[in-house]
Structures are given as structure tokens and as C-alpha cells.
């Protein structure tokens, strides 16, 4: 019977988001457009007898089938399509298949242009392998498998695996990410595995492809609780203080994420610890794609502990769960707060209605620390934040909500224009007026991995896309293993950026083209911003503005650039040669009154004599430095 049931279910995975019954039949859409072939020639050459399928299949008895083929100048027709979210196949002789995995048929389409890759003299190796249940080992068929190219200007090449769960296909010579999956009846979610066994971009494989290769064993396996829908999780511990005393009423909470949250469900939980020092919280009723779990501990005059061991939600240790699990002995020894006093960072999140935003995501950064020493928060039903354990310093705040763009404070898209914050007493009113993202009917998806030039994985980084005018239309915030995933991408040209605090950022240009798969790669590599530490004074503020001469002078290859503002100012600081042209941008942003030291790297510089100047709105001043190699 177990057999039968999953079979059952197979014949009827597609990767489709499914809605409503009432939403899918509410109109009728005639649905047409021309198939090309995608040589790169603008005379599009037509291809004929192309066949084009739209597939939904559900348990609701709602699925539908739609099939045409193109006439000799390459268009196709379908009428009475019911409106809603299909999979869109496009097969031909001689070509590549193109399929979209979320196609939505509306009456806002217009005519739709498609375009083939041929495969005729195309080069390559021929992968192969399956797709199965992990405990059942039954086959999964109607899997999408993609393999998505590394090179963003190249086209991804899907395959599907047959009846026995077996897919055969030629890709190209390349280096790809090869991503399975299936989507789950009834549901607004398709679970999706890299290989090689992992849900987790930074611990995919890369599989390379020559000419003439075979590459078999490219396998899958898919948790069997992706049946099931939901799964539930317990967490259980002990808090004790670094003397071995139980601590009560310390609050443990619980960081529930996924490769994908589409649900509005809260990303976090918590429960107090009894007189014992001892807590249990369970997280009932997770969608499947809820499998990646974050703990933490905080007691009044303790700092906040992430398990295992670490001080910061971005080096914590990662707990999975895909099926209904229980987690046992999750302890925290907490070390009581050092003697130097500690501040706070508060205020609201809130949408452009002015209405409080629950479960935000907040981090601060501290610009003079280490990375690993972010503090974070999460914003309550009345869209209120506090954020503690602050030691006097400079900071900068990144807040995050799904379904919003985000930003760092204050409204800026990347931290060199950020406000950071002077924090000498603790500090209120530090808010945020998230902008929704637009809502779209795409499909295209962008992930990617963040690393440093050191090549170590940076979690917390801002990714934010940027339309062809300059619109932010999504954003996102990088995992603790460096990767980051935005869906509900169009068709078209974007800029994406790549910010954190202390990092210099970064930002790449990229073009979407259903085409090509429906998803792109955009990896970043961040070096070390040149603002490697910046140092305020501490209780006495500054009254006067002054530039410091560099030391040491001559330099080879860096030198600190100091300099005091007595307010609140927008700062330029520029380095300029002896013809007067600009050859770094060391600071670009509002700070608040302090003293201030910058390191300059002019190890891509050639010897000889520079100027640097100081810019705010009431000072400007210049000063010579030698570079001597």
C-alpha cells in the first residue's frame, strides 16, 4: 500500500506553484506567441512544429493539460486557457528543451516570445542518474532536474526523469550547479535539493562537464516527509551560568528558516527556562522547506550565546530537521557580562502605512569589531525592536523583513551610506519605514554564495536588485553559510548589490531570460572595506573639525587617515594624484561627531606624491601624503 500511495503521488509531482481552485478558474486567457531559435541573430528565425505544453496537476480534480504546436513562422495559439500558474514546456527537434517551472497565464499577457537553443554540432558530456525517496526508495518522476551554469551568459539545460525516476541528457562542457525538484500537491511550495544531498547552495557540488564524458550517478534523494507537508520540532536543554548554576527565566529562542520562506508564518520562537535552569519548546505543524534551525539563550546580565558556543547568530551551529524530530541536550553556559557597561539600540520597523511590522529581522553592526560579534533582534507584534549587550562604539543597523526591501538605517541600500550610530547611553528612535517589494508574476530566481577575499562565507550581507531605472524590486539577506536566494524575477536587466558593514561593496550587472533556465548565478567576492576600523571618542564629544596628517609618512603600502567631526555630517574623503584625479573613495557617508581613523591600501598604486581631502558640509581641508615603494 505504501508503494502504491507514493506512486500515486509521483504521477502527479510537477514543479508548479498551485492556487486556489477558485483563483485558478476565475477567467479565460488566450495564450499565444512565437518560438525562435536563439542564435543571437535579430531576423529571429521561426521554428516550426515546436510543441508547447502547459501542465498542472493537483489532487483538487482541477488539473488541466494544454498542447499546440507552432505553424511555419514559428506561432502557436491556445484558447480558453484558464488563468493561473502552469509549468511551461517547449520541446523541438534539434534544440534544447526550455522549461519554466512557474508560468503565469493571466489577462494582463501579452504575446509571449520564446526562444530554443540549438543543439546541432553542440559539444558536451552525457550525465545521467535518478530520483528517489530516501526511506522508500520508490522513484519520483516528473522531477525537474536543472543544470544551472555557472556562466550567467550560457543557458541552463534541463531534463526530466522518465517513469523509473531515471533521467539522460547532453549538457554542454561547463561547470554547473545541478539542482532537483518536485513540487508538492495542493501546496504553494516545490521542494528543491542540490547535488549533491544538500538544500544549501554553499554545500552543493560543482559538476564539471567535458566534451565526451560520461558523468552517471548524478542521484537524488528527497526526504519522504515532503508527502507529509508538515513536520514538527522539539527543542530541549539546559541553561547554566559559567559557575554550573542553573539560571531561570532566561529566554531561549529558536531561528526557524528554510531554502525558501513563501509563507507570512514568524521565522522565530522562544520560550523562559524554569527554576531549574531547564526548557523545552516545540515548533508544531513546518511546512517541509522549514528544515534549518538557529538556537540561542539570553539572561538578564548575560550577553546572548548562540549554540554551540558562539557569540554571534552568524557563526552559530546549524541545526536540520526534515522530518519530525526532537532535539535533546541543546545547552548554554553563559558567561556573565563583562564589567564595561553595556547600551541598547532600540525602535520600530514599519511599512509605508506606518503599521508596525512583526517578526523583522534586525542586526547591528559594530564597525570597530569583529564580524562575528553582530548582535540581532526580531521586531514583536507592535513592529518594536530592542537590541543589547552594546558597549560604547559606533554601529550600523541592517533591518530585513520578507516581502519588503531592505535596508540599512537610514534608508540606505548599502552601508557606506548608512547613519551609523554614536552610542554612548543607550539609544531610542532608531526606525525604519520598510517599502514593500512590487509584486510580481515572474518566475526567475537568483542565488548565489557571498565569501571574503579570504574565501570565508559571509553571512548578513544585503543583496538588493535593481531594475533597468534603478528601482529596487528585491532584496535579501545572505544565510550563515554565505547564500542567498530571490525569487519572482522577470525577465530583464538588473543590477545587483552586495553590501555589509566593514566590507567594501560590491555590485554586478546580470540580464534574465527565461531562455536560459530559471535560474541565474551571481556570486560576490568582498574584500575588507578600507574603513578597517573606525574609533570615536568616547563621553567627550569633538568642537572643532580636524584632518590629521597620515601616518606613517612616506608609507608602503597603507597608512591611517584620521579626522575629528564635531556634528552630525555627510563625509567625503577622497585620494587624489598629483594631476588631480580622484583614485580612491575612502568614505562616502553621514557619521555622527567623533574621531575617526582610516586605513588607506595603496598597494595598486604607483610610488609618488598624493593629496587627500576632507570634505562635510561646513569643512574642507587637504593634506599631502607619499607613497614609497
Known sequence: MKRCTRLFFSMFVLFTVVTSNAQMMSSKVNFNGHVYTNSGDTARTPIANANVSLQRFTFLGDSLFYQTTTDSTGAFSIDSVNSGIYALTITASGYQNLYIREFYISSENDS??????????????????????????????????EFINLDNTKPNIFASTNDEGSYFVKVPAGQYYVSCSVSLHDSTYFFQEYWDNTTSLSQAKILTVADGQMYDGINFNIPDSVVALTHSVTFSGKVESSLNSPIANATVRVWASGQEDRDAEDNAAFVKTDSNGDYSITLSNLRSYKNTFIVSAHAEGFPVQFYNNASSFFNATILNAFNDTTFTNVNFTLTANDTVQHYSISGTVTDSASTGIQGAFVAVFDSASDHDQVRVG??????????????AGTYYVLF?????????????????????????????????????????????QIIGQIHSSNGTALAGVLITVFNSNGQAVASAVTDVNGSYSILGIAQGNYTISASLATYSSQQQSTTYNTSSGSTTVQNFTMPSSTVTAIQTSSSNLPSRYKLDNNYPNPFNPSTIIGFTIPMTTHVRLDVYNILGQRVSELVNANMSAGSYKISFDASKLSSGVYLYR???NNFTAVKKMILSK
Open 378 to 391: 526580531v521586531t514583536d507584534s507592535t513592529g518594536n525592536y530592542s537590541v543589547g549587550n552594546l558597549p
Open 112 to 145: 509571449v516570445n520564446l526562444f530554443l537553443h540549438d543543439t546541432v554540432g553542440i559539444q558536451g558530456g552525457i550525465v545521467s542518474g535518478h530520483v528517489r525517496f530516501d526511506m522508500s526508495e520508490d522513484a519520483v518522476i516528473r522531477s525537474e532536474i
Open 614 to 616: 576632507l570634505v562635510t
Open 400 to 444: 530585513h523583513a520578507k516581502g519588503y526591501i531592505s535596508q540599512f538605517y537610514k534608508d540606505a541600500d548599502k552601508w557606506e551610506n548608512a547613519t551609523p550610530i554614536h552610542i554612548t547611553n543607550s539609544v531610542t528612535g532608531i526606525n525604519a519605514a520598510l517599502i514593500q517589494a512590487p509584486q510580481t508574476i515572474a518566475s526567475g
